[in-house]
């Protein structure tokens, strides 16, 4: 029997995807219409508050404000710069004030890291408690050191002349005389300021560092252990190079902040005595604000592009380093095995050398301080070493833990005494704030600070303008951010990988490039002394940030979770609203605290576009309550509470969450 099979069909090739695209499609990329509108809301913001700004302010340093009039005067500006001795003192404080304070950080954080990372037992508890300097908001930061540091009403001076430590300082000459004028006195107003910016910033570098040594494979330590390697030579050869990475992005994006950084400066010492810790960005706002020379201001934060951009476009390279295959061998194969090994060293002997040039009555000191805290630590790991090398092993762990347990404990107390005589200042009588009675532990404890806060100011009026501003400028970057980091980390579009870039340098751009052409647009819209111009100008400082974070979460989503979606009939923004956010929750989170924080403390901006009092906000208002030499310290210290817990509450209740943001966003973005 013959069996008639029907013929198959020739089989034809499956069409490629590019078959079906339109021209557009090929042209602008798959996804161009959707990436459009998804990211189109951040393009605007980004483009009119942050780059056509940038722009405008090239054009304003080009001119000069005659009388009424304002006329084209070319390079003048720039020119006149050479010969601008304020100037001069300017860029050379920024300078000092950097190296410094980034050399502490960086030594003082890992150190501390280190000792966090072994801890077994409420380590979580430690790092939240040392994250506080960083959490509370800068204008806090600022008026309770100042308190402290107060000559008279302070205690830092009553402390270390009752231990004794006071008159040792002025003996082997760390301070010219005793008790010293930290504040007032002008070769100790810029260390002074240093130590507060490294009580401030030591946390983050702490937690930043300790999330590293966490990532390290612990193999790597058990194979150097297995082959003999000391303790040092493993923190060498092993965690170092094991942090190298991290180290080189957290230095650079805390120079950058601390180059430009205005607010604790202008808050502690305006700039004084004389212009001994007054920063260029305060010569910047002196010209353009003060003495409304709005050209010559853009020509002093324009001169320093150079600087902060040789910086921000490495930084961009080391944080997009993960994004690229084969990008962390970039540059690397350009030097030998012992040129990498060299660089480090003419970079550090570098800046030594400029540090002594720029600052000879600071860096011995500083050198002094800080060979303390490197000596005892490499003391106690040798200790712990030859124990270890000896087989005393119970003797090793006692040395360690006691010394670790010391450190901690002074940590700790370094971290915790500022909040401690804010919380104590803000419920002694003003009474017995002037008679110094009780200075620890106030007897009785008293509201009158609060009472008296509320009672004839404006305080209630700042607290709803932080609020609101806060809310509406998180609200807005939250929604943008959400819809541009999708769009790039999901979307095929032509320009994805530019538009990155894009906001990466935006979110490391200090606002110091910003403050100047920004009020000349509020002013020329007629939005100064108005809360929208807060809200309109938020966005330059938090949107960045909040893409850049999001782009790097929704990437650690798995892609199939959405194709599933698509599969069943979904749309991709049904898809990005049912399946992607739901899973961001604690990326959103993350970014919505950052941003609301941020907003929280934010003080230039406020400073410069607000000067009634029904539209300040908490930090300018707590300025604007000192007059003349006559600081009401109770006052303050009470508003400082009122306005750090809220933070710590968000803090407290989203450190999960942020940690997990942070983690995902962080690493892979």
């Known amino acids: 029997m013959t069996v008639l099979r029907p013929r198959s069909a020739p089989v034809r090739p499956a069409p490629t995807a590019s078959s079906s695209l339109t021209p557009s499609q090929r042209l602008l990329g798959r996804d161009w219409r959707l990436a459009a509108a998804f990211i189109g809301p951040t393009l605007l913001l980004v483009t009119g508050l942050i780059l056509f700004p940038i722009v405008s302010s090239i054009f304003t340093s080009a001119t000069e404000r005659h009388g009424a009039e304002t006329v084209f005067v070319g390079l003048d500006n720039y020119t006149a710069l050479v010969d601008d001795a304020v100037f001069h003192k300017g860029v050379l404080n920024s300078f000092v004030f950097t190296a410094y304070a980034e050399i502490f950080k960086v030594t003082l954080g890992l150190i501390a890291a280190l000792m966090l990372h072994h801890v077994r037992r409420g380590r979580a508890i430690i790092a939240g408690v040392i994250l506080l300097p960083w959490v509370v908001p800068t204008v806090v930061t600022a008026f309770t050191w100042r308190s402290l ?11 270390l002349t009752s231990s004794g430590i006071g008159p040792a300082l002025a003996t082997i000459g760390l301070v010219d005389r005793w008790p010293a004028e930290w504040l007032s006195d002008p070769a100790l107003a810029m260390p002074a300021v240093v130590l507060v910016n490294v009580w401030k910033g030591v946390p983050f570098f702490t937690v930043t560092f300790l999330a590293g040594l966490k990532a390290i494979d612990s193999g790597l330590h058990e194979a150097a252990m297995v082959d003999g390697a000391s303790p040092w030579q493993r923190f060498v050869h092993v965690t170092l190079p094991g942090l190298r990475h991290i180290m080189i992005v957290t230095v650079l994006l805390s120079s950058i902040w601390t180059f430009n950084n205005f607010d604790l400066i202008w808050l502690m010492t305006q700039g004084g005595p004389g212009d001994a810790t007054a920063p260029y960005v305060m010569v910047a706002y002196s010209k353009a604000i003060q003495q409304l020379q709005v050209g010559a201001g853009a020509a002093v934060t324009l001169v320093m592009l150079p600087i902060v951009g040789v910086l921000v476009v490495i930084l961009v390279r080391m944080m997009r380093r993960n994004d690229l295959p084969g990008a ?54 040798r200790v712990v070493s030859a124990l270890t090398a000896r087989g005393n092993q119970l003797a090793a762990r006692l040395v360690s833990g006691v010394g670790s347990g010391i450190a901690l404990a002074g940590l700790l107390g370094f971290v915790l005494a500022p909040l401690y005589w804010m919380t104590v200042t803000a419920f002694k009588s003003d009474a017995q704030i002037v008679a110094r009675t009780d200075d620890l532990w106030p007897i009785p404890w008293s509201t009158e600070q609060f009472t008296n806060l509320f009672t004839g100011r404006a305080f209630g009026t700042w607290y709803v303008n932080t609020l609101l501003v806060s809310v509406a400028s998180t609200a807005i970057a939250l929604i943008c951010a959400a819809l541009a980091s999708y769009a790039l980390a999901r979307l095929k579009f032509r320009g994805s990988e530019s538009f990155t870039v894009t906001i990466l340098l935006t979110y490391v751009m200090p606002g110091a490039l910003l403050f100047i052409p920004l009020y000349q647009m509020m002013s020329g819209i007629g939005l100064n002394d108005s809360l929208w111009s807060l809200v309109l100008a938020y966005p330059t400082f938090t949107l960045p940030f909040a893409t850049w974070l999001l782009v790097g979460y929704f990437r650690s989503i798995p892609a199939d979770l959405e194709e599933a979606a698509l599969v069943d009939g979904c749309t991709r923004f049904g898809a990005f609203v049912r399946i992607v956010l739901p899973l961001a929750r604690p990326g959103l989170l993350a970014v919505a605290l950052f941003t609301l924080t941020n907003a929280w403390n934010e003080f230039l901006f406020a400073f410069v576009f607000i000067t009634k009092d029904d539209y300040k906000t908490l930090p300018v208002g707590m300025q604007s309550m000192i007059f003349g030499d006559v600081v009401p310290q109770g006052q303050l210290a009470a508003a400082s509470l009122l306005i750090s817990v809220p933070v710590v509450v968000m803090y407290g209740f989203g450190q999960r969450f942020l940690t997990e943001g942070l983690t995902a966003g962080a690493v892979k973005g």
Do not use: C, M, Y
């Open 328 to 381: 962390g061998d970039v540059g690397r194969e350009r030097l030998t095995p012992a040129q990498r090994r060299a660089l480090p060293w003419v970079v550090v002997v570098a800046s030594v050398l400029v540090l002594v040039w720029a600052s000879p009555h600071i860096v011995w000191k500083a050198a002094l301080v800080l060979g303390v805290f490197v000596v005892l630590a490499a003391a106690v790991g």
């Open 149 to 159: 540091f107060d000559p008279i009403f302070g205690s830092v001076n009553v402390l």
